[in-house]
């Protein structure tokens, strides 16, 4: 039973440039992946619009009836989103760990083209650590 | 009353005691420094061994200075002329004062009578490095390797020194080796050395 579904960061402009996935169903291929990640940029940026809420920084939980989605907005306007079993907890605490180890093994990596896809060994190592990390958590509540 | 709790002024400088030196600096921002230096020489250059050549140098500048600092700071103005003892200084004080802790290990090379191996398990410089797949077998440790060159080329050793990736069995991640060949001029020298000097 894995808690989170999967895993999307994309850059400012909207573009997809890390995907990772944790379910053992509904995989997805890389056209959708791309697709979904710039369609929730954009919904994004309109619920920015829309929101009668004065400095609005975007949706931040979407709630489905088989899903949540947790997003959270860094400030320089990457997104860094998870999709999860619906009701689960700490999501934002992950996120800002995510966060946290994409600040240190990608930005600080000198081979990491801003903007690009993330190809960075080390920081794949360490989130499926944090990850696991987490389940283990879950599993142990 | 003006002048309560001022620093002591000295008139000669050269009367001042050195200072211990700052412990820590940010290892942030090192490390964005560190990534902003091997980005502007990636630009310089149009291959690795390139790369790495320039690397090293950055690095040798760094050696010679942290030698004649930590001579100065730490042994009275004296410096190690034996073999063993400069491999030793490097392996501890100089690795100690860069990144803080002793290296993982130092090792005399097995096939070579004159080379010698410091390795460290996590090497400081490469603490959030991911060298693509694209670029085989390069080593940001050539920084490193560098500095070791700069310290022993300035204590009178001078060595062929680079940094390599080695794989470790039940590991995710190699280890960085740090190889020093000396110079065949060194064989002789540390040879006077143990006759005592009469011939040198």
């Known amino acids: 039973m894995a808690a989170i579904y999967s895993l999307f960061i994309i850059n400012k402009s909207g573009g997809l440039i890390f995907y990772k996935d944790y379910g053992s169903s509904g995989r ?3 056209n959708d992946s791309l697709r979904l990640a710039s369609l929730w940029h954009s919904m ?3 619920s920015q619009q829309l929101s009668p809420v004065v400095g609005c920084s975007g949706i931040e939980l979407l709630e489905a009836d088989n899903f949540d989605l947790h997003c959270f907005q860094s400030l ?8 999860c079993e619906p009701g689960t907890q700490h999501m934002e605490g992950i996120l800002k760990i995510i966060y946290e180890l994409y600040t240190d093994y990608v930005l600080k ?3 990491y083209e801003m903007e690009m896809p993330i190809r960075c060994e080390l920081f794949d190592i360490n989130l499926l ?8 958590a879950l599993l142990g509540r | 009353m003006i002048g309560v709790g001022k620093i002591k002024q000295y008139t000669n400088v050269l009367d001042k005691p050195l200072s211990k030196g700052k412990q820590e600096v940010s290892l942030s921002a090192f490390a964005f420094l560190f990534s902003e230096l091997v980005q502007y020489n990636q630009t310089q250059v149009d291959n690795i061994a390139e790369l790495e050549r320039r690397l090293e140098d950055a690095g040798y500048a760094v050696g010679a200075r942290v ?6 700071r730490d042994k009275g103005n004296r410096r190690e002329t034996r073999l063993l003892g400069i491999l030793s200084f490097v392996h501890s004080t100089v690795w100690k004062v860069l990144f803080g802790k002793v290296a993982d290990s130092l090792e005399k ?9 410091i390795s460290e398990k996590e090497l400081l410089v490469n603490r959030f490095i991911s060298v693509p797949k694209d670029m085989g077998t390069f080593n940001c440790g050539a920084f490193v390797a560098g500095i070791v060159r700069g310290v022993l080329d300035g204590a009178g050793f001078p060595a062929a020194v ?11 991640r190699p280890r960085t080796t740090i190889l020093i060949k000396f110079a065949e001029e060194v064989k002789y020298t540390s040879f006077c050395f143990t006759l005592g000097g009469h011939f040198c």
């Open chain 1, 28 to 30: 997805m291929d890389t």
């Open chain 1, 44 to 46: 994004h940026a309109i």
């Open chain 1, 76 to 83: 320089t306007g990457s997104k860094f989103f998870v999709v």
């Open chain 1, 109 to 111: 990596n000198p081979f």
């Open chain 1, 129 to 136: 650590q944090a990850i696991q990390k987490d389940r283990v």
């Open chain 2, 67 to 72: 030698l004649e600092l930590l001579c100065h």
């Open chain 2, 109 to 117: 090379g097995t096939e070579h009578e004159d080379e010698y191996m």
């Open chain 2, 162 to 172: 680079t940094a390599h990736f080695v794989p470790m069995e039940g590991q995710q």
